[in-house]
């Protein structure tokens, strides 16, 4: 007989949308796996908590943390303002730059500015697409509502470039399985975007933040977070802390 684990201490509900790899995304068998999952695992583990992941919409989930249908969120999101305002945020667990990603000429554009005139993939409601507009970037292909599908624009060359998160676009290119896939580049746009990605609990819940972030202290003093971070990133070290 299997030994059965024992109960840990609390259970959580973690909000997420399940549709970022490798954050966070749906396997074969409809569960929902990533980077984001393994970690909030581990601190869990560490801090005696179970977490038990609902994928709901990106847009809802912050209403469904302050309504208490959630009481963590890890869903890729990055520290900013807005957020801040509706959250109380746990200290980051990874980066999360965007990036230019293009067929490797040996003349790569490095800032957005230098797409001027040339067709560029995007998620729609992403923050590159406000940030391609603000850069004068015209020709824009957003109408789609992931960024696996704005990728698969620039694979068929419907575009000439695709722009958005790193850890997403890299992973989608790295799992193609195409042999005659193109060899790409990257470029951070703005190396000095602030693009530390954590988890959020509710307002006021100091208790479970503190849990949260000692547990994420502890795995990465202990080598956890490293293996759970090569499992996903493998050697590129762009989205690591430093």
């Known amino acids: 007989a299997v030994a059965s684990t024992p109960a840990r201490a609390e259970s959580y509900i973690v909000g997420t949308d399940a549709n970022f790899p490798p954050f966070d995304f749906r396997d074969e068998k409809g569960q929902v796996v990533g980077f984001d999952v393994d970690v909030l695992r581990a601190i869990g583990e560490n801090q005696d908590f179970d977490v038990n992941f609902v994928a709901g919409k990106r847009a809802d989930l912050f209403n469904k943390l302050n309504d208490n249908t959630f009481n963590i969120l890890a869903s890729c999101l990055g520290i900013n303002p807005e957020r801040l305002e509706k959250s109380d945020m746990s200290e980051p667990y990874v980066f999360a730059p965007n990036i230019i990603m293009g067929k490797d000429t040996g003349n790569n554009p490095k800032t957005l500015a230098q797409l001027a005139g040339k067709k560029v993939a995007i ?27 704005a990728y698969k624009e620039f694979l068929r060359g419907d575009a000439d470039y695709v722009v958005g998160d790193a850890g997403a676009l890299d992973y989608h290119h790295k799992v193609n399985p195409d042999p ?19 988890f959020a609990v509710k307002k006021g819940d100091t208790k ?35």
Do not use: C, H, M
């Not at 406000?130 to 696996?148: E, F, I, P, R, T």
């Not at 479970?208 to 972030?213: D, G």
């Open 123 to 149: 998620q729609s409601d992403s923050f590159s697409l406000d940030a391609l507009q603000k850069a004068g970037v015209k020709d824009l292909l957003s109408d789609n509502s992931s960024l696996y599908l």
């Open 208 to 242: 479970l933040l503190k849990k949260i972030n000692t547990g994420l202290k502890n795995i990465q003093a202990n080598g956890v977070y490293d293996q759970i971070y090569t499992k996903w990133f493998g050697t590129d070290n762009s989205l690591r802390l430093r």
């Open 180 to 198: 005659n896939k193109p060899k790409v580049f990257t470029a951070i746009y703005a190396p000095d975007e602030d693009v530390r990605v954590a």
